[in-house]
């Protein structure tokens, strides 16, 4: 009676053995490299729950403290600054208006001292003509 040969190649090794199948990959392996084959897909999927595990703390820390998040900090900037440069447009406008008020007011006094003058001579003169007729 014949045997039949159940050996195909593996894909590691490249050896005829007994093989079987990876569900995940469709490969086949021997049994060395499939165990072998086997602790690599532990080990990936450990390194990706960490990866998992480690976003998920960064999203709660995120939900947590929304300040955290980099948008936040580049409006938090933004607002800084608007206030600083309003702040200070405010204070020139200020400056501004002292010295226009002043300078008005400079004006105001010359006219009014020149008005008065100009009342007190006219005063003068109407006594002085009328004392002359």
């Known amino acids: 009676m014949a045997m039949a040969n159940n050996k195909t190649q593996c894909f590691t090794c490249k050896q005829e053995k007994i ?3 990876c569900k995940g990959c469709s490969k086949e392996f021997c049994f060395t490299d499939l165990a072998e084959h086997k602790q690599i897909l532990n080990d990936e999927l450990h390194h990706i729950t960490n ?4 976003f998920k703390q960064i999203i709660n820390k995120q ?5 955290i998040h980099s948008l936040i900090k580049q409006i938090d900037e933004w ?3 608007s206030i600083e440069i309003v702040q200070q447009k405010a204070q020139e406008c200020r400056k501004f208006v002292l010295e226009s008020s002043e300078t ?4 105001i006094e010359m006219n009014l001292r020149i008005l008065f003058l100009f009342i007190n001579y006219l005063f003068k003169f109407i006594i ?4 002359m007729m």
């Open 79 to 81: 607002e800084t600054n």
């Open 104 to 107: 008005c007011i400079n004006d």
């Open 19 to 21: 093989t079987y199948p």
């Open 51 to 54: 990866e998992y595990n480690e």
């Open 128 to 131: 002085f003509v009328g004392d």
């Open 63 to 67: 939900k947590q403290n929304p300040q």
